[in-house]
């Protein structure tokens, strides 16, 4: 049977042998000439765009949007939260820089179990017990300290003034509001910001203004990350923890440093793809994919073909299947290389057969990731090529549905990212990762994948999104579109997306993701589908052209994901 028509965005014309889309509408990549900034809401774009356009760099920019999203994309974008950043600076190495929260160091591995062993339902997604230690202040001052080149009070004005003076808030802004209404009419901080005075929601055209963060955004302004994690910040968040049986300290925020780590990397078609290393695991699953990929002509194959999506399948499934033990490069070791291993990865594509489904009980067991979708997207690049992709989170919508007291700071619901209860089986009847246990200081395993693609020790493209577990299959889609398709860095921003994680055995897909020809084919080598909501929010920058090996006017393309309303590339 055919999959259900499906309110989805349409897919690009050029998929499935040029065939138009369900509309025969084509939404152009967004030019830019000097630089090019991408959100998932626009006036954080905007103001990305103004300090590239008050010269600073890319750097500059990308704090300045980091901000600025705590402020527009309360949701996701976030102070109380934390995140990666992949940096290609011109000339030079890139560099990953991992600022994601960390346990508490009263944390223990059984902390949200009871007596009996058993898990306490929402205790570690709901309330204080579930907030861990927040990093992105302390990664937005390291990465402005060491890179910028405008004044801290400059690059942060634009997120001030939003907050003090308000935005009118859009369909889309309402419609993240939306999720967590009941939760705000619980807390008296969030009720008061993000609720009518008569405890109704917000609508479209009503204003949010936020002075509490406004206060908070001007005290780092003036003292840096000194501010929220030693000053006045800190201990309204601490007053609130230990009120409401949260188990952070003082040490917690006095100890926390961000990391600077080594990307992952990989080839593919001559490209080089440099992406996030543990305590990601979706780095190594976007490379290995890849990897199995580049044994195979996707380009003559066609796009989203039987043959090729057979393949895309199977590389899907072998590389989640291997994302077993992974966890904080400062508590396990890793079997990065090993994965990554050309010899390991051509026996990969030696057992993938070309005409069936490999069954997934038949792989090793792996780690289905516990993490959520909800998270945010922001890519940046400068006049001088300075290329930066950042994926930073809350976890949940909203986190842990608690503030920091009057800060006007959401907080992160980050402690269920860890296994929860180790060794024990999930729906899956996968064992909970003791990589990925929680332990003191330690950061949770990620899927995130901030990833810049280069040639010739330039950046080509910057991509990354949000999505949980489907983050690496959503850079995939992204990549293979740009690079084996010839698709424009919007095209392939709007390709119906697959998704497959070893367990469960089904194919989640996008409403056209499949022609019935080439589902009834795949069907009968023993694949299934399941119809999913669409997922993902990718924002995307190429470089030189609209699609990889084209020529434009301007030097900079913008792509932005229109499945969800709100974001948009503002090129300058």
């Known amino acids: 049977m055919p999959l259900p028509a499906h309110a989805a965005p349409v897919a690009d014309p050029l998929a499935y042998g040029g065939t138009p889309s369900a ?15 991408v959100s998932a809401q626009r006036l954080a774009s905007e103001v990305g765009a103004r300090i590239l356009a008050k010269g600073g760099n890319a750097a500059d920019a990308a704090v300045a949007m980091g901000y600025a999203l705590a402020v527009v994309y309360p949701a996701a974008g976030n102070l109380g939260g934390g995140g990666f950043m992949m940096l290609r600076p011109p000339g030079k190495p890139s560099i990953f820089f991992d600022f994601r929260e960390k346990a508490p160091l009263a944390a ?40 910028g080149h405008l004044p801290r009070k400059v690059v942060m004005e634009p997120a001030i003034t939003l907050a003090r003076n308000g935005f009118v808030l859009e369909e889309g802004d309402v419609q993240l509001l939306n999720t967590s209404t009941a939760a705000f009419a619980k807390d008296p901080y969030a009720r008061k910001i993000f609720l009518r005075a008569d405890g109704s929601p917000l609508q479209p055209g009503d204003r949010l203004v936020q002075k509490e963060l406004a206060h908070s955004l001007e005290l780092i302004a003036q003292n840096g990350a000194d501010a929220f994690y030693k000053g006045p910040i800190a201990a309204s968040i601490l007053t609130q923890s230990k009120a409401h049986g949260g188990i952070l300290q003082a040490e917690d925020f006095a100890r926390y440093q961000p990391r600077e780590l080594a990307p992952i990397s990989c080839a593919y078609r001559g490209l080089l793809v440099e992406t996030a290393p543990p305590p990601s695991a979706g780095g190594i699953a976007l490379c290995e994919m890849l990897e199995i990929l580049a044994g195979y002509d996707m380009h003559t194959l066609g796009l989203h073909s039987a043959p090729a999506l057979q393949h895309e399948i199977e590389a899907m499934r072998h590389a989640y299947s291997d994302r077993r033990d992974l966890g904080d490069p400062a508590f396990v070791h890793n079997p990065v290389s090993s994965l990554l291993d050309p010899a390991y990865i051509a026996s990969v594509r030696a057992h993938i057969p070309s005409d069936r489904a490999v069954p997934s009980a038949d792989l090793r067991a792996g780690v289905a990731s516990p993490e959520k979708p909800e998270t945010t997207q922001f890519s940046v690049i400068d006049q001088s090529g300075f290329a930066i992709s950042t994926t930073y989170t809350l976890n949940g919508w909203f986190g842990a549905k608690v503030m920091g007291g009057n800060t006007g700071i959401v907080m992160n619901d980050e402690m269920d990212d860890f296994s929860i209860k180790p060794g024990a089986l999930n729906m899956f009847g996968i064992p909970g990762s003791v990589a990925n246990a929680i332990a003191p200081g330690k950061t949770p395993l990620s899927s995130m994948a901030p990833t810049i693609v280069s040639r010739n020790d330039k950046p080509v493209m910057v991509i990354g999104s949000p999505g949980g577990s489907r983050i690496p299959t959503i850079v995939l889609s992204i990549i293979l579109g740009v690079v084996d398709y010839g698709l424009n860095i919007q095209q392939a921003i709007d390709l119906p997306r697959l998704h497959e994680q070893w367990m469960p055995q089904s194919v989640e897909v996008e409403a056209n993701a499949l022609t019935p020809q080439v589902q009834q084919t795949l069907e009968q080598e023993g694949y299934s589908f399941v119809l999913h909501a669409p997922w993902g929010i990718p924002e995307g920058i190429l470089v030189g052209g609209p699609s990889l ?24």
Request: glycine share 16%; charged share 15%.
């Open 108 to 147: 223990t591995t059984d902390m949200f179990l009871d007596s009996k062993g058993n898990v306490i339902p929402d205790l570690s997604v709901l309330g204080w017990k579930s907030v861990a230690v927040p990093g992105t202040v302390a990664g937005l001052e390291a990465v402005h300290k060491r890179w």
């Open 23 to 37: 509309t025969g509408s084509v939404v152009a990549p967004v030019a830019g000439q000097h630089g090019m900034a």
């Open 549 to 572: 090996n084209s020529h434009g006017p301007a030097r900079f393309y913008g792509g932005s994901d229109h499945r969800h309303p709100g974001g948009a590339a503002i090129g300058e």
